[in-house]
């Protein structure tokens, strides 16, 4: 089992920047990637970046590129998601995730482990 814990969420103003972190724990030699998806209310969960665990390599969706920077600290088990120039439509419930199979993915049914999640609210 993975465990992950995200923090450093919180309410920021338009155009201001957050970096979210998630700790894994437990069997984290099993972690092939890891992704950060959110989930605004009334919408379904969706992705946001993903990290390859081995070699670093980023992914990231469509609305989020060129404003957030996926990263991680293998020592640390940590990975961090830096949001810069926030919108109001980045508000959201921002997960953390991570697959022990899949090297990189984008799907939500390709991760084994979640976190419990952290609010990020952006105010216009």
């Known amino acids: 089992q993975v465990q992950l814990v995200e923090s450093g969420g919180g309410l920021v103003q338009a155009g201001d920047s957050l970096r979210l972190s998630c700790a894994a724990s437990?069997?984290?030699?099993?972690?092939?990637?890891m992704g950060w998806f959110r989930q605004a209310p009334g919408k379904e969960r969706e992705f946001v970046a993903a990290v390859n665990w081995s070699v670093g390599k980023a992914y990231y969706a469509d609305s989020v590129k060129g404003r957030f920077t996926i990263s991680r600290d293998n020592a640390k088990n940590t990975v961090y998601l830096q949001m810069n120039s926030l919108k109001p439509e980045d508000t959201a419930v921002y997960y953390c995730?991570?697959?022990?199979?899949?090297?990189?993915?984008?799907?939500?049914?390709?991760?084994?482990?979640w976190g419990q999640g952290t609010q990020v609210t952006v105010s216009s």
């Open positions: 437990g069997r984290t030699f099993s972690i092939q990637a």
């Open positions: 995730a991570a697959s022990s199979h899949r090297e990189y993915s984008d799907y939500l049914d390709e991760y084994d482990y």
